[in-house]
């Protein structure tokens, strides 16, 4: 597809949708400095209100990945610019009825309730139960603009010039879940939460007017055929039966792993995702018009960039979940301090992974997608080893290099993965495929969250076992219950660097794009 407008015009769109991309990843994140203050203001208990609340997060990010699913469809069968202003229009609304929940949605919903309940509702949890309702409306618009962003540079720019962009949109989206806790932190530190959601109102419309406007004017090749609904649901009950499954099978219970094992639904909720996933291939090849062509597999760099994504979120999410708790357990001498600490040393791997994708994109433009992922994965195994090597005693500045080296390399493969896939797609089928980029990697979050706190809390009950059987004293107890969390928490740091040194193998596989000479 040929680019419709001049680079400066092209920029600026890529721009403007990116305003509303971030602003959607920060409501990601931003209602965990918040937390606590809306279980005040709702008078709920905290012990036993935490765990509904935390579906505020939990849900918002369902919804989330779900979206992605039918919008990339959608946008290729109806039009960008038509489906990211609805997506836009989506995440305002559910915004403003995330500010107005304790209001007259409330009030409607008792109403409704005591139609069918005869005895007395608690108002609190209603409130909070709205508040979810509405943070997933919110969601369902912002995942689906992200995808849909990602093919309107494809639309925009020739195939040896998108990379750049993508990463631009990457880091855009990255940024917005790194800082959005800090963000939320600082609104609250002066007004009420509700503000929070009542400022994405102006910014939103701003921004709908000026979307509508100016991409009235760029082509796109659109799609043929009809959605095909069924497939759509299929492939959303299975991405959210494994994040329910799997997401929050990270709750397995210390102790002895063969009598405590995974909560109950894991199994189930894990059986039936794979179960609707066969049925969803299995339609992929009997419909005229497939949701998901599955021919795009056998295109050059299609499957490759597609493993190597799940790989690096796999990986990825290692990191996030246990250098958290490596602080927690291991250095800070408090709670509140190890929550602080924590916040601050993630994003010394978060922040780079944004600040690298763009230069990812330029290397992908001049040298080909393998050279810039194969650089970033060695940085980030090399920076997977050096964590592995913490001790209790290893200070924040000597942590710092080694986060900061391993999120740079994951950043420096965002852009070349994505550009791989898309661009191996036909120009009718960008939006599926930029979904696909997200999803693959989302996957490889929710099966590394799981399979990883699995293995540490099954790692730590053998490690335990064998060194307290003779029974030493209290003081002895303490500093073996700690070498075993280090020692469980390095090995995790090896897992993550062998699951990247994985990640290497479809990357080699990777071929250079094809220049406007036709050359590779």
């Known amino acids: ?71 990339g469809r959608l946008s290729d069968l109806h039009g960008r610019r038509r489906v990211f202003l609805i997506a836009l229009g ?15 949605p409330t009030r409607l919903v008792t109403r409704v309730g005591y139609l069918f309940y005869s005895g007395r509702l608690d108002v609190s949890y209603i409130t909070l139960y709205v508040l979810i309702a509405a943070r997933m409306i919110q969601a369902f618009g912002a995942g689906a603009m992200v995808p849909v962003g ?14 750049r962009q993508l990463g631009f949109i990457a880091a855009v989206d990255t940024a917005g879940w790194v800082v959005g806790h800090l963000y939320g932190g600082i609104v609250v530190r002066f007004w009420d939460w509700q503000t929070i959601f009542w400022l994405n109102l102006p910014i939103c419309f701003v921004a709908f007017i000026l979307i509508w406007y100016l991409l009235r004017g760029v ?75 599955l021919s795009l597999f056998a295109q050059p760099n299609f499957l490759s960039a597609s493993l190597a994504n799940f790989l690096v979120g796999f990986s990825l999410f290692i990191a996030i979940a246990n250098v958290p708790l490596f602080i927690n357990t291991l250095v800070a001498t408090s ?95 960008h939006g599926t495929s930029s979904a696909l980029v997200i999803i693959f990697r989302l996957i490889g979050m929710t099966v590394g969250v799981s399979s990883i706190t699995t293995y540490d809390l099954t790692r730590a009950d053998a490690l335990s076992e064998r060194m307290l059987s003779a029974a030493p004293s209290l003081n002895e107890t303490v500093r073996i219950g700690m070498e075993v969390t280090q020692q469980v928490i390095s090995e995790s740091f090896i897992v993550a660097g062998v699951i990247a040194l994985l990640a290497l193998l479809p990357a080699l596989s990777l071929k250079k794009q094809i220049n406007k000479r036709g050359k590779l």
Do not use: C
């Open 219 to 293: 082509s796109q090749t659109l799609g043929a055929g009809k959605m095909d609904w069924l497939s759509a649901f299929l492939i959303a009950g299975s991405l959210t039966s494994l994040n329910i499954g799997l997401g929050n099978g990270s709750d397995i219970a210390p102790g002895n792993p063969a009598e405590t094992g995974f909560p109950p639904y894991v199994l189930p909720l894990t059986l039936i995702a794979l179960a609707l996933l066969g049925l969803f291939l299995w339609r992929q090849t009997r419909t005229i018009h497939p949701f998901i062509d």
């Open 90 to 104: 989506i995440f305002a609304f559910g915004s403003y009825l995330v500010a107005v929940a304790d209001q007259f």
């Open 1 to 71: 597809m040929s680019l419709t407008r001049n680079g400066s015009h092209a920029g600026l769109l890529i721009t403007l949708i990116s305003i509303p991309i971030f602003i959607g990843a920060l409501d990601l994140t931003v209602v965990t400095a918040v937390l606590p203050h809306v279980i005040l203001d709702l008078e709920i208990p905290l012990q036993s209100g935490l765990d509904d609340a935390a579906w505020l997060v939990t849900g918002y990010l369902l919804a989330y990945s779900v979206s992605m699913v039918f919008m």
């Open 335 to 429: 709670l509140e301090q190890g929550a602080w600490d924590s916040g601050w040393m993630l994003s010394a791997l978060t922040i780079p992974i944004a600040l690298a994708s763009v230069p990812g994109g330029w290397l992908s433009e001049k040298y080909g997608y393998r050279f810039p992922a194969l650089l970033g994965l060695g940085a980030a195994i090399i920076g997977f080893l050096f964590m592995q090597g913490w001790q209790m005693g290893t200070a924040y500045s000597a942590m710092i290099p080694h986060l900061v080296l391993t999120g740079s390399g994951i950043g420096l493969t965002m852009a070349p993965i994505a550009s791989a896939v898309i661009n191996a797609a036909p120009a009718d089928q």
């Open 150 to 163: 990602m093919a309107l540079v494809a639309d925009l720019y020739p195939e040896e010039r998108r990379a």
